[in-house]
């Protein structure tokens, strides 16, 4: 069963306007959840992260949200810009459990055109 | 700072090969993993590691063993390559034991004919 899902595979955005990835999980117990950027031969790099005693962090122009009674997360970027062109993945561990490792949604392409 | 490094970048394998996936890294770190990306399924951890000489499974460990002699290297083991193993395989370590952000390695993709 797949504990953290990103249902939408794809998204496309002008370039200066906001981008917006959506990540559900389904463990409550999950405490910690990160997003992180990964482009074409490359490695995933981390973004942003945000605690479970928040419901939000801001780094620039990326803003994390968590909506723990929802259970879903979500990532803005404003403006987008072109460089944001890549894949996109949540991910969630609970810190104190197995060594915390880190559990991945199935990532969304963005595409930010000119 | 070289950080996580991964060897080879890509490798052609025949059924029923076997190889090793080179994991290194020059950041002390005590937290190392190896995960696969499959198109559609995210990146699954295969195995982890907590220190040096303990190691556990993720969640897709069948088919691969794994030691952790030193603290710097992790490598990754096909005893017996399947093509269900055609994946990009991804090193990642960090510093402590909890959720915090993992480094990772730019990758090895891996085709099983």
């Known amino acids: 069963d797949q504990q953290v899902k990103q249902n939408s595979p794809s998204l496309s955005v002008q370039e200066g306007r906001i981008s917006i990835l959506n990540c559900d999980y389904t463990?409550?117990?999950?405490?910690?959840f990160l997003w992180y950027k990964k482009y074409p031969a490359e490695g995933p790099t981390f973004l942003i992260s945000i605690s479970s005693i928040k419901d939000k962090n801001e780094d620039g122009r990326f803003t994390v949200f968590l909506n723990k009674s929802a259970k879903h997360l979500s990532l803005h970027i404003v403006p987008s810009q072109p460089g944001d062109s890549a894949v996109y993945f949540c991910a969630a561990s609970l810190i104190y459990d197995q060594g915390g490792k880190l559990i991945f949604g199935q990532g969304t392409e963005l595409s930010v055109k000119p | 700072n070289a950080g996580v490094t991964q060897t080879p970048k890509f490798q052609v394998l025949k059924t029923g090969q076997s190889m090793t996936l080179q994991c290194a890294q020059d950041m002390n770190h005590e937290y190392m993993s190896w995960y696969r990306q499959d198109p559609g399924m995210g990146l699954r951890l295969i195995h982890y590691s907590v220190g040096a000489g303990i190691t556990d499974q993720g969640e897709v460990p069948n088919g691969y063993n794994v030691s952790r002699s030193t603290t710097e290297d992790f490598p990754l083991r096909l005893l017996s390559a399947a093509p269900s193993q055609t994946s990009v395989y991804f090193c990642?370590?960090?510093?402590?034991?909890?959720?915090?952000?993992?480094?990772f390695g730019s990758g090895t993709q891996l085709s099983v004919l």
């Open positions: 463990n409550s117990m999950f405490d910690y």
């Open positions: 990642a370590s960090r510093y402590g034991q909890g959720g915090e952000k993992l480094f």
